[in-house]
């Protein structure tokens, strides 16, 4: 089984800085990025992956107030190892999301009205923006990692395969099928949790 390791505390291994202020509004702005062979190598280290072969992220930028609204167009293949015949195959990811990123004060107010609204209203969470910029190439790595199939099944593997539960964006699960999977409440949720586990004043570490 793999695993995945988002957090890092060194520069990342695919990072596409985007100078948000620079954009105009009203001027949607549409970046392209391919990570190096050099990165894919690093990213397959991190995402403890047995190899990762591509990674192409489109990202489209429009100004919205205190800060951006992004729409990521994400692709990539790697090499997996199936857990039926446990023969390695060639996987791949293709997944489209949506998501703001936004700069204090405004950050802090969609974040609190995220917490007064109902689960069912399946907003995004959105992303902090600092000094104006964003790495796109790290949001789309989480983006992407989150994305993989931890139980991954070529498609020459015998028998059906097991109904997954799909994250809802608000928490909760639903049947696959029911609902559609989504990478960032998985982070959401997983920030959440950290969140409660650690005393009010305290430190995480």
Same mark, same amino acid.
């Given at each position: 089984?793999?695993?995945?390791?988002?957090? +890092?505390?060194?520069?990342?291994?695919? !990072? $596409?800085?985007?100078?948000?202020?620079?954009?105009?509004?009203?001027?949607?702005?549409?970046?392209?990025?391919?990570?190096?062979?050099?990165?894919?190598?690093?990213?397959?280290?991190?995402?403890?992956?047995?190899?990762?072969?591509?990674?192409?992220?489109?990202?489209? /930028?429009? $100004?919205?107030?205190?800060?951006?609204?992004?729409?990521?167009?994400?692709?990539?293949?790697?090499?997996?190892?199936?857990?039926?015949?446990?023969?390695?195959?060639?996987? +791949?990811?293709? *997944?489209?999301?949506? /998501?703001?990123?936004?700069?204090?004060?405004?950050? +802090?107010?969609?974040?609190?009205?995220?917490?007064?609204? &109902?689960?069912? #209203?399946?907003?995004?969470?959105?992303?902090?923006?600092?000094?104006?910029?964003?790495?796109?190439?790290?949001?789309?790595?989480?983006?992407? !990692?989150?994305?993989? #199939?931890?139980?991954? $099944? !070529?498609?020459?593997?015998?028998? *059906?395969?097991?109904? $997954?539960?799909?994250?809802?964006?608000?928490?909760?699960?639903?049947?696959?099928?029911?609902?559609? &999977?989504?990478?960032?409440?998985?982070?959401?949720?997983?920030?959440?949790?950290?969140?409660? #586990?650690?005393? &009010?004043?305290? #430190?995480?570490?």
């Amino acid at each position: 089984m793999t695993g995945t390791d988002t957090t +890092s505390a060194q520069t990342p291994e695919f !990072s $596409r800085v985007i100078e948000i202020e620079a954009i105009e509004p009203g001027e949607p702005r549409t970046f392209s990025y391919a990570a190096t062979p050099a990165e894919c190598a690093a990213l397959g280290r991190r995402l403890q992956q047995e190899q990762i072969l591509s990674l192409e992220v489109g990202v489209t /930028v429009t $100004r919205v107030r205190g800060g951006a609204h992004l729409v990521f167009d994400l692709s990539g293949r790697l090499i997996q190892t199936c857990v039926v015949t446990n023969l390695r195959f060639e996987a +791949s990811v293709s *997944e489209i999301v949506e /998501v703001d990123a936004l700069a204090e004060p405004e950050y +802090s107010r969609r974040l609190a009205a995220l917490d007064a609204a &109902e689960p069912e #209203d399946d907003q995004e969470p959105p992303e902090q923006l600092v000094d104006g910029r964003l790495d796109a190439g790290e949001l789309a790595t989480e983006y992407f !990692s989150l994305a993989i #199939d931890p139980y991954p $099944r !070529s498609p020459e593997a015998p028998g *059906e395969p097991v109904e $997954r539960e799909v994250f809802t964006l608000r928490g909760g699960t639903a049947p696959e099928g029911k609902g559609r &999977e989504h990478p960032f409440a998985k982070l959401a949720a997983l920030k959440q949790r950290m969140d409660t #586990d650690t005393p &009010e004043g305290g #430190d995480a570490s």
